[in-house]
C-alpha cells in the first residue's frame, strides 16, 4: 500500500476536509442535521483512513494511543459533568437553563457541551477499536 | 382481492421489515460460523431501525429541522431513539467480534461445530 | 377507530421510490444468506447499509441516514475487514439441517405479519404516533424554545439522561475491546494452557 502514490496523495488532499467536515457536523448540530455521534464517528474515519494509507505507527503518532484511552473516560466525565454544574446552580440534573440568562441560549450552550462529551468518547471509542484490531494483526 | 392488495401495498414497509428480522434470526440459528452469526445480528437489529421509522413518516412531510415554511414534519421522536442504537449497535458488533478473534485464537476456528468438538477432546 | 371504510391510500413517487429502495434491501439479504465467502457477505451488508440510509433519507429521517452511512457503511466494514484478517474468510459448508431452523422463523414470520397486519398504514398523519408528543415538540421548536434541529434537542435536551446511557454503554463497549484485544497475542502451540482453559 505504501507505494500506491494515487492513493497517499489523494489521502492527504482529503484528510484536512474530512475534519473541517466532522467539525461542520459538530457545531452546526443544532440547525442542520448531524451532532456528537455523527461528527465523532467521521472524526474517526480520518484516522482510520490515514492509518490504512499509512500504517498505524504513523497514525500514532498523531493520535497516541494514550490520548485515544483518555478519550474514552474523558467524554462520558463531561456529559456527566455538566449535569453536576447544572445541580450546582441550582437546577436538576441535566438541565440546562442556568448556564445562561436567555433561555433558548442556555439550552443551546448545554447541547454543545454535551455533544462535545459524546463526539469525545464515540471518536475515541472507534479509533481505540480500530487501533485494537489492527495491532492485533502482527 | 382489491382490498388486500391495498392492504399489501400500505403495509409493505413492515413486510419488508418482517423478512429482515426473519432472515438475520434465521442465520443466527442456522449458521455457524460466529462473524456470519453476527452479521446476521446486525441485519437483525437494522430491521428493528426500519420498524421504528416506519410509522414516523408522514408523506408529503419534511425532516423534523423547524422552518417557518414547513408545517408537515415527521415524528422526531424515533429519530432519537434509532440513532443512539445504531452507534451502540455498532460498539456491540465490535466487541462481539473482539470475542471471535479471541476464539479463533484459542482454538484456531470460528466456526462453532469445530469448537464443540475440540472441546469434547479435551 | 378509524372512520373511513377503507384506509386511504397513499400514492406518491416518494411512497414509490421507498417501495423500490425496500426490494433492494430484501434482495441483499437473500445474498446475504446465500453467500459462503464472508469477505463478500461483508461487502454486501456494506451496499446494505447504503440502501438502508437511503431509506432513510426517503424517509425524512436525516439524523438516522447520516449515522447509518458513516457507521454502518463506514466503521462497522473496516472492524469486520479486520476481523476476517485475524481470522479466515471462507464459512464452512453447512452441516447442520436447515429444516427446523426454516421452521421457526417461518412461524415467527407469520406471527409478525399477522400482528402487523392491524397497523395503521404507511405514511398518513392521523395515527397515534403523530398525536401525543411530537406536536410538543414541533411547537416548541415554533416558539424558539429550542433549536430549529429537533432532533438534536430532544437527543441532547429532552432526553438527556438517555444519551448519557447511550455514552455509557459505547464507553463500556470500547473498554471490553481493549480488554480483549490489547496486549500480548498467544501463540497456538506456545504454553497457551495457563490461562485460557484453566486446567481443569
Known amino acids: 500500500m505504501k507505494l500506491d502514490l494515487v492513493l497517499r496523495v489523494g489521502t492527504k488532499i482529503l484528510l484536512p476536509f474530512i475534519l473541517v467536515f466532522a467539525l461542520y457536523v459538530q457545531f452546526h448540530g443544532d440547525y442542520g442535521p448531524g451532532g456528537g455521534f455523527q461528527a465523532g464517528v467521521i472524526a474517526a474515519g480520518m484516522v482510520i483512513l490515514y492509518a490504512i494509507i499509512f500504517g498505524v505507527n504513523k497514525a500514532k503518532h498523531i493520535v497516541p494511543q494514550a490520548l485515544v484511552e483518555a478519550m474514552i473516560p474523558l467524554g462520558v466525565l463531561i456529559y456527566a459533568g455538566t449535569g453536576t454544574v447544572s445541580l450546582l446552580l441550582g437546577y436538576n440534573y441535566l438541565d440546562y437553563t442556568g448556564f445562561a440568562g436567555d433561555f433558548l441560549r442556555a439550552h443551546e450552550w448545554g447541547i454543545l457541551i454535551v455533544e462535545l462529551g459524546v463526539l469525545v468518547t464515540v471518536s475515541g471509542t472507534m479509533i481505540a477499536m480500530f487501533y485494537a484490531f489492527a495491532e492485533r494483526g502482527r | 382481492m382489491m382490498e388486500a392488495l391495498q392492504k399489501f401495498a400500505t403495509h409493505y414497509n413492515y413486510f419488508v421489515t418482517i423478512f429482515l428480522m426473519v432472515a438475520g434470526l434465521y442465520i443466527v440459528i442456522a449458521r455457524g460460523n460466529m462473524i456470519k452469526k453476527l452479521v446476521g445480528l446486525s441485519l437483525f437489529q437494522t430491521s428493528v431501525y426500519l420498524l421504528y421509522l416506519s410509522p414516523g413518516k408522514i408523506v408529503g412531510g419534511t425532516a423534523p429541522i423547524y422552518d417557518g415554511a414547513y408545517q408537515v414534519y415527521a415524528n422526531p421522536l424515533p429519530h432519537v431513539l434509532m440513532l443512539t442504537a445504531i452507534v451502540v449497535g455498532v460498539a456491540t458488533i465490535a466487541l462481539g467480534l473482539a470475542l471471535a478473534v479471541r476464539i479463533n485464537e484459542a482454538y484456531g476456528t470460528v466456526e462453532e461445530d469445530e469448537i464443540f468438538s475440540k472441546d469434547g477432546e479435551i | ?200
Open chain 3, 1 to 200: 377507530m378509524n372512520t373511513k371504510a377503507a384506509p386511504e391510500v397513499v400514492a406518491t413517487p416518494e411512497v414509490f421510490v421507498i417501495m423500490v429502495l425496500l426490494t433492494l434491501l430484501a434482495a441483499v439479504t437473500l445474498a446475504i444468506i446465500r453467500q459462503r465467502n464472508l469477505f463478500s457477505v461483508v461487502i454486501l451488508s456494506s451496499i446494505y447499509s447504503f440502501l438502508m440510509a437511503s431509506i432513510m433519507i426517503a424517509l425524512d429521517a436525516v439524523d438516522v441516514a447520516m449515522t447509518e452511512a458513516s457507521v454502518g457503511a463506514g466503521i462497522s466494514t473496516v472492524i469486520l475487514l479486520a476481523t476476517l484478517h485475524l481470522t479466515k474468510s471462507v464459512e464452512y459448508p453447512a452441516v447442520r439441517q436447515v429444516a427446523l431452523p426454516l421452521f421457526v422463523c417461518i412461524v415467527v414470520a407469520g406471527a409478525l405479519i399477522w400482528g402487523s397486519i392491524s397497523l395503521p398504514p404507511f405514511g398518513i398523519a392521523d395515527t397515534p404516533i403523530h398525536t401525543h408528543t411530537a406536536p410538543r415538540y414541533i411547537e416548541m421548536a415554533k416558539e424558539h424554545l429550542m433549536p430549529p434541529n429537533i432532533v438534536t434537542a430532544v437527543l441532547a435536551d429532552f432526553r438527556s439522561f438517555d444519551t448519557l446511557g447511550e455514552t455509557t454503554v459505547i464507553f463500556t463497549a470500547g473498554i471490553g475491546v481493549l480488554l480483549l484485544l490489547k496486549g500480548r497475542v498467544k501463540k497456538m502451540q506456545g504454553q497457551d494452557d495457563t490461562e485460557k482453559k484453566g486446567e481443569a
